[in-house]
């Protein structure tokens, strides 16, 4: 905005962007105004869908952990725990070919250097 002003200002006068700068600030406002309302408004019906309470609402206590951050922990978890059967399911097993760290690692390298030499 302040380089749209200096430049426009420098053509036309000092003084003479400051209407649609004025204008130009309420619109973008309006604008971040009505996004912002729109998210808040999409994450009370996410909120409502899931069966939470509302945060200000009475009988809401400050320390209460809000059932999606329950759900996404319990989700964490839960993916660890799969993650970590995964790995323990053979020990005794070889592995065969490269982890997939490697084969990321080299992958990246290749790219680099044969694709962009």
């Known amino acids: 905005m302040k ?3 200096s430049s426009f200002e420098a053509v036309a006068g000092t003084g003479a962007a400051s209407v649609y700068s004025a204008l130009a600030s309420k619109a973008m406002s309006r604008h971040f105004r ?7 408004a999409q994450i009370h019906a996410t909120k409502k869908a899931m069966g939470e309470k509302d945060p200000v609402a009475p009988g809401t206590t400050k320390g209460e952990t ?5 759900l996404d922990q319990a989700l964490r978890q839960q993916r660890a725990f799969q993650q970590m059967s995964m790995m323990e399911s053979h020990p005794w097993r070889p592995q065969r070919g490269l982890p997939e760290r490697s084969v990321s690692f080299l992958r990246a390298w290749l790219f680099e250097h044969f694709l962009h030499p």
């Not at 009505?34 to 808040?40: M, S, T």
């Open 34 to 40: 009505c996004l912002r309302d729109g998210i808040v």
């Open 3 to 5: 380089t749209m002003v």
């Open 66 to 70: 809000p059932r999606l951050k329950i």
